[in-house]
Each structure stands twice: as C-alpha cells, then as structure tokens.
C-alpha cells in the first residue's frame, strides 16, 4: 500500500474510532455540533460517517441530531460570509488557496452575483466545497438573510433526509447511503436546476 493510499485508509480508521467514542459519550451532542461547525468551516470531515452511525445508535433521538447538525453548520456558515465580508481583502487568497483555486473562487464569485440564492442552494447538494460559497458571499456582500436561508434549506435536505433513511433502514443506512450518494446527488441536483429554471422563466 503507497503512501498516498494510506493517508485515505488512516483518516478513515480515525473517523470510525471517533464515532464510536462520540456514540457513547455523553458530550455526543456538543461534539456532533462541533463537529458540523468544522466541516461546514475548513476540516474536510465526512459528516455522514459521524451523523449516520450516531442516528443509529440513538434513533429515539433522530430529529434533534438532525437539528444539531443543521445548527451547528449554520454557525459555522456565518463565521464563513462574516470572514469574507470583512477580512476577504486582507487573506482572501490564502483561505481560497486552502479550499480551491483563484479560477474556481472567480467561476463562484460570478455565480453569486447572477444567481445568489439559487446556487447557495445548490452547492449544499453537489460536489463543490460549501467553504467557497460562504466567503464568495461575503466578499460579493451578497444578503446575508438570503445566504443563511438557502443554506439552511439545502443544508435541512440533507441531515433531515439521513434522519429519514436511518429511519426508514435502520442499521442498512450506512450501506444505503454508500451505494447510492451519486445517485442522490444527481437527483437532488436536477431538482435544484429544475426549480431554479422554472423560477427563472416564471419571472
């Protein structure tokens, strides 16, 4: 195994031990909430391997995880559009670096400024780190009120529909969610594009 592939495996193996301590530890709370504010912020931690398990575990419990994780990425999206309406200028470059490219930063950007509400809503489904669209936010000084909503909103789908599959599949979440997330992506995505087309053209 080169090393490259076992950076991957070991990040894994963390994960899982964190989950299980965080499982039956009675900080489970404060750390989930925590641990949506990081990934929502700079750490790239996979929540659904945290929150699906933990759902699991506590399934009386489900709805206010969701909730938990819903705030505390909601915390962590305020400090994001607060960091790029004001400091962008000074360290802009350095955190976009961090997170993306210049080229990728400029494409959101100008995505903001066209479509705001719209494509905040929708990079809380694909595969675009959600850490660009907050500082695009501030530095473009985009609604802040707009910016928190469709972030909740995108951000509700996704822990509130985990809350539904742990629900519905019980202790085959996790299999589920594996099998079928680029599925789900695809679907969620076409759903966001259609409604904002739609919205569009109604106008």
């Given at each position: 195994?080169?090393?490259?592939?076992?950076?991957?495996?070991?990040?894994?193996?963390?994960?899982?031990?964190?989950?299980l301590?965080?499982?039956h530890?009675?900080?489970?709370?404060?750390?989930?909430?925590?641990?949506?504010?990081?990934?929502?912020?700079?750490?790239?931690?996979?929540l659904?391997?945290?929150?699906?398990?933990?759902?699991?575990?506590?399934?009386?419990?489900?709805?206010?995880?969701?909730t938990?994780?819903?705030?505390?990425?909601?915390?962590?999206?305020?400090?994001?559009y607060?960091?790029?309406?004001?400091?962008?200028?000074?360290?802009?470059?350095?955190?976009v670096?961090?997170?993306?490219?210049?080229?990728?930063?400029?494409?959101?950007?100008?995505?903001?400024?066209?479509?705001g509400?719209?494509?905040i809503?929708?990079?809380?489904?694909?595969?675009?780190?959600?850490?660009i669209a907050?500082?695009a936010?501030?530095?473009?000084?985009?609604?802040?009120?707009?910016?928190?909503?469709?972030?909740?909103?995108?951000?509700?789908?996704?822990?509130?529909?985990?809350?539904?599959l742990?629900?519905?599949?019980?202790?085959?979440?996790?299999?589920?969610?594996?099998?079928?997330?680029?599925?789900?992506?695809i679907?969620?995505?076409?759903v966001?594009?259609?409604?904002?087309?739609?919205?569009?053209?109604?106008?």
């Amino acid at each position: 195994m080169t090393e490259d592939t076992e950076r991957p495996a070991r990040g894994l193996a963390r994960i899982k031990e964190l989950t299980l301590r965080l499982i039956h530890s009675k900080h489970a709370y404060w750390g989930l909430g925590l641990a949506s504010f990081l990934e929502s912020i700079i750490i790239p931690i996979p929540l659904e391997a945290v929150l699906i398990p933990l759902m699991q575990a506590r399934r009386n419990h489900i709805f206010l995880l969701s909730t938990i994780a819903l705030l505390g990425c909601l915390a962590g999206a305020t400090v994001g559009y607060l960091v790029g309406y004001f400091v962008f200028d000074a360290i802009g470059q350095q955190l976009v670096a961090m997170v993306s490219t210049p080229e990728q930063f400029e494409q959101v950007r100008m995505r903001m400024e066209q479509d705001g509400f719209w494509f905040i809503l929708s990079v809380g489904v694909i595969p675009i780190p959600f850490q660009i669209a907050m500082l695009a936010a501030g530095a473009t000084s985009y609604s802040f009120f707009l910016f928190m909503l469709a972030s909740a909103l995108s951000r509700a789908l996704r822990y509130y529909g985990l809350g539904l599959l742990v629900f519905i599949a019980g202790n085959q979440a996790q299999a589920i969610f594996e099998r079928h997330k680029v599925k789900a992506t695809i679907v969620l995505t076409a759903v966001v594009l259609v409604i904002w087309g739609s919205s569009v053209l109604g106008g």
